[in-house]
């Protein structure tokens, strides 16, 4: 079956701008999880949604925002983009109730470079 | 909070030669214990996991064992191939007060295996 589909594989913007990243999970998969990977910070949570809603968020200013569909789909969005958030943004989806007990599958990523 | 702490990269082994890569964790609650692989390019890959004390994770010739006494999940292999070159990051998963969970990653061994 598909694993976990991350568009688009590689990004570049402005400083200033505003980016909005995407994320098919597995089908079946309701739980959707999100999470940067810097060199310097590591891999780090954002926040994770559950039927549509936003069930826990990572310690990122408010310009990090996302948001689930019905589908399970999700989109983050990052505005008024800084150097800084140059990143690996990773998706990871999990069936309810079983993250716990057998993890996240990840996508392949989205490569965001902010110039 | 809850951490992870792995031991500093790159590990570089030659073909056939054992692997252990340390780590260990602090957490407040009772966590599940994950070992994920990156390569280059690529998103993370779950590679074993463990849910409870004395819970041993194994796949593709990589063990792991979970010591709740020492809060310990090190990852061993009895015989690297150069294929197994990777970066390797030891995770948590705890249950949030608001529901789901969320993995907290140590920051990741790179594994170079050579000829």
């Known amino acids: 079956k598909a694993g976990v589909t991350q568009t688009p594989r590689y990004l570049i913007k402005t400083r200033g701008q505003q980016v909005t990243l995407s994320c098919s999970p597995i089908?079946?998969?309701?739980?959707v999880s999100w999470y940067q990977q810097t060199p310097g910070q590591g891999l780090q949570f954002l926040f994770e949604?559950?039927?549509?809603?936003?069930?826990n968020k990572g310690n990122f200013p408010g310009r990090f925002s996302g948001r689930q569909f019905s589908n399970s789909r999700s989109e983050m969005n990052v505005s008024t983009l800084e150097l800084g958030d140059s990143a690996l943004y990773l998706c990871?989806?999990?069936?309810?109730?079983?993250?716990?007990?057998?993890?996240?599958?990840f996508g392949s990523g989205t490569r965001l470079t902010v110039v | 909070g809850d951490s992870v702490t792995q031991m500093e990269g790159p590990v570089t082994l030659s073909e056939e030669a054992f692997l252990t890569i340390n780590c260990t964790y602090t957490?407040?609650?009772?966590?599940?214990l994950f070992w994920y692989v990156q390569y280059p390019g690529e998103g993370l890959q779950l590679l074993l996991k463990?849910?409870?004390?004395?819970d041993k994770g194994s796949n593709k010739g990589f063990e792991a064992t979970y010591r709740k006494e020492t809060t310990s999940f090190h990852l061993e292999k009895g015989s690297v191939q150069v294929s197994d070159s990777a970066v390797y990051f030891c995770?948590?998963?705890?249950?949030?007060?608001?529901?789901?969970?969320?993995?907290?990653f140590g920051t990741g061994t790179q594994l170079k295996v050579e000829l």
């Open positions: 990871a989806s999990s069936l309810q109730g079983a993250s716990f007990t057998y993890g996240y599958t």
């Open positions: 089908s079946g998969h309701r739980s």
């Open positions: 949604y559950f039927s549509e809603t936003q069930r």
């Open positions: 957490a407040t609650g009772y966590p599940s």
């Open positions: 463990a849910t409870k004390a004395d």
């Open positions: 995770a948590l998963s705890d249950r949030l007060t608001g529901g789901g969970n969320k993995l907290t």
